[in-house]
């Protein structure tokens, strides 16, 4: 499968790169990595006239500033987020999640901001579609979801494994938006609408994403299912952050992010709540997992039945909570796996 | 993946040199000769030419299932610029059909669409952009028709008919057997199992896909080179379909990047030739992409079986009565031929009295369904292997003994009326499976599962056929050449997609006349060069066309020797030997370069050929003609044991394989490196159609046409392999060799669904055993409260 011809930009900073936005508007698109934008152009799914590249733009190691705040270099790449020192001490849910990403070349091309602004995939969608015999679904501009014939929605799924590990991170992302920048957490960035899935502007650009110094009896775990080791998208993702009180046996403080169910990352804010000032026991673990299965809304989607993904959510908030309490109470709550 | 235990059978090599300066030796692993340029990119595929002034050709597909084609539009595409031609059925002045046995598809559709996949225009164009935007702007005018899309609508009474001329409505074949009497199996058994078993279709996924290069020759000859199983027969197809004489029809067969079944029979051969017709003498080519694979290549067919087998109360099995329903899409292609050895295997390798075997090959609006390593075997053994552990769970007792009890031996009747007169190693396959510590030490390491996993152990007893069975000729002819500069040619006629039978042929030929590899040449098969040898399908290529090449090559050894003798001036051959680039005079030492030698020969007497047909067997069971036409029965089988060892998540349904032993009878082995990669390709392929693969098609039209969604397992999601030959001499195999390519595929989905069983004490009968379809039995079965 070839390219469509496209012209190539490659700026060399994220000014530059924000300025040639402004220029192009839509008919440009960015490419961090390339790792998923490349497929959807082969598969004429995306046909950007533009493409801005973003591999000449120095990328920084990740450091630690004054307060003990993670700051990592959107353009990062994963298998480099995924080895990093400073990561997998500080924020060891980011580089399991990092190393959860595809394979190893999408690794070592595919960049961290890339993976947090993945778009939402579904399988009809991310199809070469000269031989579906359909008319276009709403992802593609057209009036229709192959998934739900009748629907009125888009129903593709944020797939992203970094973000989630990122919300139960309280990270936020520093974007820059022409001369001005800003920080927004990362868990505010989707809008939940798979078409248009990010709330940032047409011209802003993610170059930062901070994650807050680790806290004491915290701890952050992230758990993955997909149906092969080697190279799926998530069938469901995790992240649990736990942070235990001082006797370390009551909840102070608990996130449970889930990804790739919908059209954004979901939080179970009832099962988190229900755990604040809880005693952590087994029972208290299983219901908290009971809680979010009953609570997150899983899309409809082709490869399993949504009660089935309500199964593995349970069983995988559930394993994600052990693990996190295992960690918070022992004290070494920032070891990755 | 290879046995600890064992040394390593090969030294790192990969170095051309190296492997030249072997004289090559039966039973050794030697290098594969076709490795090097492989690994190195070197090796020049059918997708691999392209050539000077080269057009792209692609096609028109219908994108509905059924319809009455009522026009072509063709004249938009026309008008774009660097469109050469769009053509369509009317371009066409042969008979416009393919097929195997029936010739019932269309090269480009004439009445009626029956499948999405179908062609419906071929467009011609001044590269793949021009193309693919012709393809586009190509339309054509249907009246679409009601489908139908399931083997049991299909034979509803008022079904729609897929072809309103088949004698048979929606039934293409008919196939059934009859031995005693099932009737009264209620009384007679103390036992009776029955189920219904229901798998996928699946698509072979290839790396080449459907690739083909064609040209019209300034002296009218059609050159088409093309990724294929099966040169011979693709020429005469070519030739009816387009219309042309055979003998103005060169087909050209390269290394096939994968084929599987998936290239037995003609794919981009036909249209090709139609294209090259038109292109002023220009080279044409046409590759498939993989979504264009996935909808219009044939696949592995989708089954729905029922079985009921019956026993006593001492294991023995009494009778088996099974219905098979095949969905062999809207062609024939082989479909008739695999419901017939799908038939033939149904009983699996064991002893019983009375059988009812029925099967339907069924025609609907789905893809085709086609060959595919296995052959039908691999669906009913599927469905006979989990009736076993069925049995065995019923009577309480042991299911490798169930399967001793009533495995065949040599001099047995088969299940189908056959006397089994070859070689017939089941039992010393299951004995060493019952030996082994995998098998013997099960208990330990499945109470060893951590929590919310589940462990177990399953195993199968499996045969397959080799050959086409007794009217089709399975023949080979065989073709060895002494150059003029003293190297030896061989001309190989059976195509190698891969599996390694070139190498083989390279080393008997290097064997037999004591030559170095670096001295011999392979010529690939070509229909002007090599000699008709049939497909490389039916686990019968090195069988039928190595027999062949033992006797070519044994004539060209006693004609080179007793020229040498001439040339020695000494008595006799039997004083003289051939060493490599040499003959040399055994009681003198003297010496005569076969180069030398070369020149005293004319060229016919530098070229021996030899034919070679399979036996087959004498018996005439109790089927009609039809059957027997599309081969039915056979008398030369391979048999095999797998045990595999598997562990269950209980949380997320996830089905982890852990072990895998085969242990095979396939004969002598010839090169154990080329063997190797049988059983371990085969034992890959079989996982995934076992966990994860499945072409899912709604309404005719294919929903998983990538490798993203259709789920074929990766290096991680394939165990530790573990293959030990039964080596038992077939005298009628070349040097005791049976056939070894496709019998390990019908393995790993039986043998996970019952290791499955063994774990959770839950049966799917439904594959492929995904996570969820594996949950939800185990949700079910803990709802019925049944735990453990």
Not at chain 1, 40 to 55: E, H
Not at chain 2, 654 to 675: A, E, F, T
């Amino acid at each position: 499968m070839q390219l469509p011809r496209f012209d190539l930009k490659r700026p060399s900073s994220f000014h530059e790169a924000v300025r040639l936005l402004v220029e192009y508007g839509n008919a440009a698109k960015i490419s961090a990595g390339g790792t998923d934008l490349l497929p959807r152009m082969k598969y004429r799914i995306a046909a950007p006239a533009t493409v801005i590249s973003l591999k000449r733009i120095p990328v920084s190691e990740p450091f630690q500033d004054s307060e003990g705040n993670l700051h990592v270099h959107a353009l990062v790449r994963l298998s480099d987020a995924a080895s990093s020192n400073l990561v997998r001490t500080n924020a060891p849910a980011l580089a399991d999640a990092a190393l959860a990403v595809g394979s190893e070349q999408i690794r070592n091309m595919g960049t961290l901001g890339g993976n947090v602004c993945l778009e939402p995939r579904c399988h009809y969608y991310n199809q070469s579609h000269a031989y579906q015999f359909m008319d276009p679904c709403f992802k593609r501009g057209g009036n229709l979801c192959y998934l739900v014939p009748k629907g009125n929605r888009c129903w593709a799924l944020a797939c992203s494994d970094t973000v989630p590990a990122l919300i139960g991170l309280r990270a936020a992302a520093v974007v820059q938006s022409g001369d001005r920048e800003y920080t927004i957490p990362v868990e505010e960035l989707f809008t939940g609408d798979p078409v248009r899935p990010l709330c940032l502007g047409e011209t802003d650009l993610i170059t930062d994403i901070v994650v807050p110094a680790a806290r004491p009896r915290t701890a952050v775990v992230f758990r993955k299912l997909s149906p092969r080791g080697g190279i799926d998208f998530a069938t469901v993702n995790c992240a649990v952050m736990l942070k235990l009180s001082e006797d370390r046996e009551a909840c102070e403080d608990a996130i449970i992010a889930i990804g790739a169910v919908s059209g954004k990352p979901m939080r179970a804010g009832q099962a988190e709540k229900n755990l604040l000032g809880r005693k952590i026991a087994p029972d208290v673990i299983h219901e908290a997992a009971g809680r979010t299965a009953s609570e997150i809304r899983p899309s409809m989607r082709c490869d399993c039945s949504i009660s089935y993904l309500r199964k593995c959510i349970e069983s995988l908030t559930q394993a994600a909570l052990e693990t996190a309490y295992q960690r918070a109470s022992s004290g070494d709550g920032v070891k990755p796996d | 993946m290879k046995n600890k235990d064992k040394p390593p059978e090969l030294q790192p090599f990969f170095d051309k040199n190296i492997a030249g300066d072997v004289v090559p030796s039966i039973g050794i692993s030697m290098p594969r000769i076709d490795a090097y340029a492989k690994v190195t990119g070197r090796e020049r595929y059918a997708a691999d030419y392209y050539g000077f002034d080269m057009i792209w050709a692609g096609v028109k597909r219908a994108g509905i299932p059924h319809a009455r084609l009522k026009s072509v539009n063709t004249q938009a595409a026309e008008n774009l610029p660097g469109v050469i031609a769009v053509l369509t059925h009317k371009n066409i002045s042969g008979s416009n059909r393919q097929g195997v046995i029936r010739k019932d598809q269309p090269v480009l559709v004439d009445d009626k669409v029956r499948h999405c996949g179908d062609a419906v225009a071929l467009v011609l164009a001044e590269d793949k952009e021009t193309l693919a935007k012709a393809i586009k702007l190509t339309s054509a005018d249907f009246e679409p028709l009601p489908g139908v899309f399931t083997t049991e609508t299909a034979l509803e009474e008022n079904a729609p008919l897929v072809h309103e001329d088949h004698p048979g409505g929606n039934v293409l074949l008919k196939a059934s057997l009859e031995i005693g009497s099932v009737q009264s199996a209620k009384e007679h058994c103390d036992v009776l199992v029955e189920a219904c078993f229901e798998t996928p279709l699946v698509e072979h996924a290839y790396l080449e896909t459907e690739a083909g290069w064609a040209q019209l020759k300034e002296d009218g000859k059609l050159e088409i080179v093309a990724s294929t199983q099966t040169p011979f027969r693709d020429r005469m197809e070519v030739a009816d379909a387009l219309g042309l004489e055979p003998e103005r029809i060169r087909m050209i067969a390269p290394y096939a990047g994968g084929a599987f079944g998936g290239k037995d029979g003609v794919t981009v051969q036909s249209l090709l030739g139609l294209a090259a017709l038109h292109a002023n003498g220009r080279p044409v080519k046409m590759w498939w992409s993989r979504e264009e694979s996935f909808i219009a290549g044939t696949k592995r067919h989708a089954a729905r079986m029922y079985y009921r087998l019956g026993a006593k109360a001492d294991g023995s099995l009494h009778s088996l009565d099974t219905r098979l329903y095949f969905d062999t899409g809207p062609y024939d292609h082989l479909g008739g031929v695999v419901i017939t050895l799908a038939l033939e295997h149904s009983g699996g390798p064991y002893r019983i009295p009375n059988v009812s075997f029925k099967g339907w090959a069924v025609y609907t609006n789905n893809p085709i369904g086609g060959a595919f390593r296995g052959f039908g075997v691999a669906q009913v053994t599927a469905a006979m292997e989990q009736m076993m552990d069925m049995l065995a769970e019923k009577l309480a007792m042991d299911p490798l003994k169930l399967r001793l009890k009533n495995a065949v031996r040599k001099g047995d009747k088969n299940c189908v009326g056959v006397t089994l007169t070859h070689s017939t190693g089941l039992v010393e396959c299951l004995e060493a499976v019952a030996r082994h510590p995998l098998w013997t030490e099960r208990a330990a390491w499945k109470s060893k599962a951590g929590p919310f996993k589940r462990r177990g152990a399953g195993i199968v007893a499996l045969m397959h056929a080799s050959g086409y069975g007794p009217v089709v000729p399975d023949v080979a002819n065989a073709k060895v050449e002494l150059t003029a500069e003293g190297k030896i040619k061989v001309y190989c006629g059976v195509v190698d997609m891969g599996q390694g039978n070139a190498a083989t042929n390279l080393q008997i030929a290097g064997s037999i006349l004591c030559q170095n590899v670096d001295r011999i040449e392979l010529i690939l098969p070509d229909t002007d060069r090599t000699l008709p040898s049939g497909s490389a399908s039916a686990s019968r290529c090195t069988y039928t066309f190595g027999n062949a090449l033992i006797g070519a090559c044994e004539t060209l050894k006693l004609r080179i020797l007793q020229r040498a003798a001439d040339l020695l001036m000494v008595d006799d051959c039997d004083e003289t030997a051939l060493i490599p680039g040499a003959v040399r005079h055994l009681p003198t030492g003297r010496e005569i370069p076969l180069h030398r030698l070369a020149t005293f020969m004319n060229e016919s007497e530098r070229t021996a050929t030899q034919r070679f047909r399979a036996p087959t067997a004498k018996e005439i069971p109790p089927v009609g003609n039809e059957i027997r036409l599309h081969g039915f029965p056979h008398t030369l089988f391979s048999y095999g044991a797998h045990l595999v060892r598997v562990e269950v998540n209980e949380l997320t349904g996830v089905v982890d394989v852990k072990r895998y032993l085969s242990v095979s009878d396939c004969g002598k082995i010839i090169n154990p490196h080329v063997y190797e990669q049988q059983i371990q390709g085969a034992i890959a392929q079989g996982i995934g159609y076992a966990l994860s693969e499945e072409v899912q098609v709604n309404e005719g039209k294919v929903l998983t046409a990538d490798l993203a969604t259709f789920i074929i397992p990766a290096a991680s999601d394939v165990p530790e392999i573990e293959s030990q030959p039964v080596e038992i001499y077939e005298p009628s195999g070349p040097y005791g060799l049976k056939g070894v390519g496709e019998i390990a595929t019908n393995g790993p989905l039986p043998a996970i669904a019952n290791a499955v069983a063994d774990a959770c004490g839950v049966r799917i009968f439904r594959s492929p055993l995904t996570p969820s379809r594996v949950l939800r039995a185990l949700r079910e079965r803990l709802s019925e409260g049944g735990v453990h």
